[in-house]
């Protein structure tokens, strides 16, 4: 199967934009520009560093955009291009812990505190924590791995989508979203309430460790909002496999600020357009 999409209605604008049209490249980047930032913050695990790596993934898609032939969906192929940068990008605050699933597992079991049941944040906090824990799980993987799981399990790319994105074959691509996937089912198995209801680890339980380590700030929570708090509670009770895991995240939007500065480069006309 191809990864071009005859009705891709983003393919004709995109062709526009290639032809100079700056209204189409704003459109294009409005367009892409969530899915970027989620797959940046799954990569990198930290919302400051994702937020850097999705505003240059997001100049780059701008200054290659005359390079697109239409050979895939607009889409797949931003995501090859923001794929591409995130995998050279600069090692993030989560990954300079090298983390790998024995030393997480170590992490967990050390970290497990009765839960302050009459703290009024406590749900927020639980849901901080295990969203938090979910990208330091993919943090174990090395970037390749992590890239074709997010693609794979998370996103739900067809593997012939996925191996566009990644450069490689569909046959190369299921291998290693595979060998990811089980690497993960297995910790999850062993150490995730969420997942294992015999496993030993509950978010509640972790979260007076993760905050006097200074990974969760009460304050100022990084992942959960108190407006999408009470989905995410039920939707917590629901969970039950590694999937459901890894996609149980919010829609994350791309930061003002990032949408903005990009939004300004295009309308200031001060970008080199690749050929």
């Known amino acids: ?13 995109a062709f526009a934009a290639r032809d100079g049209d700056t ?38 898609i701008v200054t290659r955009v005359a390079t697109y032939r239409g050979d895939a969906a607009f889409r797949t192929w931003a995501y090859r291009v923001a794929a591409n940068h995130i995998l050279n990008f600069r ?11 024995r030393r997480f597992a170590e992490d967990l079991h050390d970290g497990l505190i009765d839960a302050n049941v009459d703290d009024p944040d ?6 901080e924590v295990k969203l938090g824990c979910t990208l330091a799980m993919l943090s174990c993987l090395d970037r390749g791995d992590r890239l074709a799981y997010i693609l794979s399990d998370v996103f739900d790319l067809r593997s012939d989508e996925a191996a566009y994105v990644c450069e490689t074959t569909p046959i190369a691509f299921r291998k290693r ?33 993760a905050v006097r380590s200074g990974r ?57 357009v690749l050929e």
């Open 1 to 13: 199967m191809s990864p071009v999409d005859g009705d891709d209605p983003l393919r004709a604008v």
């Open 23 to 60: 209204d189409a490249l704003e459109q294009l980047v409005v367009a892409v520009q969530d899915q970027v930032y989620r797959l940046a913050l799954r990569m990198l695990g930290d919302p400051d560093d994702a937020q850097d790596a999705t505003q240059s993934a997001l100049v780059r």
């Open 91 to 101: 090692q993030s605050r989560v990954e300079r812990e090298n983390l790998d699933f």
């Open 122 to 127: 406590a749900g927020l906090l639980v849901e």
């Open 177 to 209: 979203a595979s060998r990811a996937r089980a690497r993960l089912q297995d910790f999850v198995g062993d150490y995730c309430g969420l997942v294992n209801p015999e496993a030993a680890c509950r978010c509640a339980r972790r979260v007076a460790t």
């Open 216 to 272: 969760v700030n009460p304050a100022l929570p990084r992942f959960a909002t108190s407006a999408g708090i009470a989905v995410a509670v039920a939707e917590m009770d629901r969970l039950h496999d590694l999937a459901s895991l890894m996609r149980s995240h919010p829609q994350y939007r791309t930061p003002k600020d990032v949408a903005d500065g990009v939004q300004r480069l295009i309308a200031s006309g001060r970008y080199s």
